[in-house]
């Protein structure tokens, strides 16, 4: 593979590590709802536990500020603005 990419001028390659926690943002989403929705329960079934990982991501579904925050602890910058509510 690197002699592929050596060959082609038109390619940049970047080396990320097997496992990065802190460049997913979904390892943010986790931690929000480990914290939230998710702390002290004991679920009685994993269909407690289902229902009760779905109820928390409704509730994040529309938090934006979260997301963003979620996206933005990963390090990239975001270049396109969200439409507004009107």
């Known amino acids: 593979m690197r002699a592929f990419i050596d060959a082609q001028d038109w390619i940049t390659a970047y080396h990320l590590p097997p496992y990065a926690p802190d460049l997913n943002p979904v390892e943010g989403i986790w931690s929000v709802l480990r ?3 998710q ?11 289902i229902r009760r990982l779905r109820h928390g991501l409704r509730q994040i579904q529309y938090r934006s500020d979260i997301i963003d925050g979620c996206l933005i602890g990963t390090g990239p910058t975001l270049t396109t603005p969200r439409l507004q509510p009107q």
């Open 35 to 37: 914290r939230t929705t």
């Open 39 to 49: 702390a002290n329960t004991a679920y009685t079934d994993p269909d407690h536990l």
